[in-house]
C-alpha cells in the first residue's frame, strides 16, 4: 500500500503560477506512472499531466506549454509546475500513482483546491 499527500493548492490570480507537490509513503519502483489529474464541479476528472520513471511526460492539450510535471532524485515526490494560469484551471487537483499493467495498484491523493480568480 502506498499513501500520497500532496499539497501547494491555493488561490491565485489569472497568470499567476502554483506548484504543486505529490509525497509517496515509499519509494516508487518501475512500472509506475506518476500523474496529475483534476475535476471541477460537474465535469468527469481529467489527466493533467503523467511522467515515467525514466521522465517521459505528457500533457492535456490544454495545459501544453503552462504546465510542467517532474520527479525528483528521491523516486518519491513528484511536482506540478503551474504557470500562467487561467479561471478554467480551477479544479481539485489530485496525485496519483499507477502501476502500468496492474491495475489494482491504483492510488490517489486527498485532493488539494487550485483556484485560480481575480
Known amino acids: 500500500q502506498v499513501q500520497l499527500v500532496e499539497s501547494g493548492g491555493g488561490l491565485v490570480q489569472p497568470g499567476g503560477s502554483l506548484r504543486l507537490s505529490c509525497a509517496a509513503s515509499r519509494l516508487i519502483f518501475t512500472n509506475y506512472i506518476m500523474g496529475w489529474y483534476r475535476q471541477s464541479p460537474g465535469k468527469e476528472r481529467e489527466l493533467v499531466a503523467a511522467i515515467t520513471k525514466d521522465s517521459a511526460a505528457n500533457y492535456v492539450d490544454s495545459v501544453k506549454g503552462r504546465f510542467i510535471i517532474s520527479r525528483d532524485s528521491t523516486q518519491k515526490t513528484w511536482y506540478l509546475q503551474m504557470n500562467n494560469l487561467k479561471p478554467e484551471d480551477t479544479a481539485v487537483y489530485y496525485c496519483?500513482?499507477?502501476?502500468?499493467?496492474?491495475?489494482?495498484?491504483?492510488?490517489w491523493g486527498q485532493g488539494t483546491q487550485v483556484t485560480v480568480s481575480s
Open positions: 496519483n500513482l499507477r502501476h502500468l499493467t496492474l491495475t489494482h495498484l491504483n492510488y
